[in-house]
């Protein structure tokens, strides 16, 4: 019986992590909701990708923000460019590293100089590519070119 549960177990731990690990989202969906209802401040009170809830959302030129709690949602009412993303929420590395708009998986991400950036991280030509290490292994070099290169793609 203990088998089975543990068999059990690593089961559940790997649908729910492969469904996990393959959310790629745009920054905002046909709905127009930014980063897949993500709670933006949670970022950065907790330093964690936390599901915003449809109760606590604030609109900003049509793009619908959500957040976890209705203190989240004051502060970025308060500031809403300290909690936004760099690149509108599109792959830091895919602009940076390739000069292109990339999707992003919202649990994928990195606070710099207090500044939000977000990463893909799901399947790429038939296999697994998380692009946060691509990020870590040249941090410096890309945080160069991202300005340089996300202005490029802006026009």
């Known amino acids: ?40 401040v949670a970022y950065f009170t907790y330093n964690s990708a936390v599901k915003g809830n449809k109760e606590f959302t604030h609109e900003i030129n049509g793009v619908k923000y959500q957040f976890a709690s209705l203190g989240h949602k004051n502060l970025f009412q308060s500031n809403p460019e300290k909690y936004l993303p760099v690149c509108d929420g599109y792959c830091a590395w895919g602009v940076a590293e390739k000069g292109k708009k990339v999707p992003v998986n919202p649990e994928t ?41 996300w202005a490029a793609l802006k026009k």
């Not at 790429?124 to 292994?137: D, R, Y």
């Open 1 to 40: 019986m203990n088998t089975i549960r543990k068999s059990l177990l690593v089961f559940v731990l790997f649908v729910y992590g492969a469904t996990t690990y393959a959310q790629v989202v745009e920054p905002v969906d046909k709905n127009k909701v930014a980063n897949g209802g993500y709670d933006l």
């Open 109 to 149: 991400f990195k606070i710099i100089d207090d500044k939000l950036y977000l990463f893909f991280n799901g399947n790429f030509n038939g296999g697994p590519f998380n692009t946060l290490p691509e990020w870590n292994k040249n941090e410096q070099n890309l945080l160069t070119q991202l300005p340089v290169k």
